[in-house]
């Protein structure tokens, strides 16, 4: 079975700054990968997808995510974070079945 | 096309009732997934349906249950509700292997 890690529960970070949101999962199988970011009350939505090819994925809001085999990582940046960034944000990786095993999520704070 | 509609978006229960929840996922799409999400657990895998057929399952009890019909709209039933059964629950559909997950915005269920 597949597993996802998320390091970090809760991110602080200043408007305007650097942001990385770390994630590492565990398979002894190709998987693919995602990032969903949840806003209060509402479903997740996909920010980022890999599902081959360049390791370098790049999303939406400005987000991009680096598949690295080696550490199995697939860490989420973004370079400028703004207020409205602030949100949920999840990992998950699924497998050949479809089957799809979520990170317990880490929450993006900005401050002005 | 319209996304993942999931009724009713809000709804509250006494203990020890039953519950009947409903997605209608993206048009063409086979699979539908719900989860529980809750502050303390986070997002949970209750069961998937592909062409009406429960093809995986989480660690649920068994008062959790679903099924999906021939146009692949699925509902999930919880029977004798628990105050902690309270959750966001989430319905996700996708349309195949590769493919990434399209959620619904969730239905909020308050046991009191």
């Known amino acids: 079975a597949q597993s996802v890690t998320q390091l970090d529960s809760q991110v602080p970070v200043f408007e305007e700054a650097p942001v990385e949101l770390r994630c590492n999962y565990s398979?002894?199988?190709?998987?693919?990968l995602f990032w969903y970011v949840q806003y209060p009350n509402q479903g997740l939505q996909l920010l980022l997808k890999y599902l081959s090819g360049s390791t370098l994925v790049k999303g939406i809001n400005g987000f991009e995510a680096e598949f690295n085999k080696s550490q199995t990582s697939f860490h989420l940046r973004k370079p400028s974070v703004h207020i409205s960034d602030m949100a949920e944000y999840f990992c998950?990786?699924?497998?050949?079945?479809?089957?799809?095993?979520f990170g317990t999520g880490t929450s993006l704070t900005v401050i002005p | 096309k319209a996304g993942v509609t999931q009724t009713p978006r809000y709804l509250i229960k006494t203990r020890g009732q039953q519950v009947t929840l409903s997605c209608s996922p993206i048009?063409?799409?086979?699979?539908v997934s719900w989860y529980q999400q809750t502050p303390g657990q986070g997002l949970q895998f209750l069961f998937e349906y592909f062409s009406e057929t429960q093809r995986n399952k989480g660690n649920f009890p068994g008062r959790f249950s679903g099924r999906q019909f021939s146009n692949s709209r699925s509902e999930m039933n919880v029977s004798t509700l628990e105050l902690g059964d309270s959750a966001l629950y989430l319905c996700a559909s996708s349309g195949g292997l590769n493919t990434e997950a399209f959620f619904g915005q969730g239905t909020r269920l308050t046991v009191v």
């Open positions: 998950a990786v699924s497998d050949s079945d479809n089957q799809f095993y």
């Open positions: 398979s002894s199988v190709s998987v693919y």
């Open positions: 048009s063409g799409h086979r699979s």
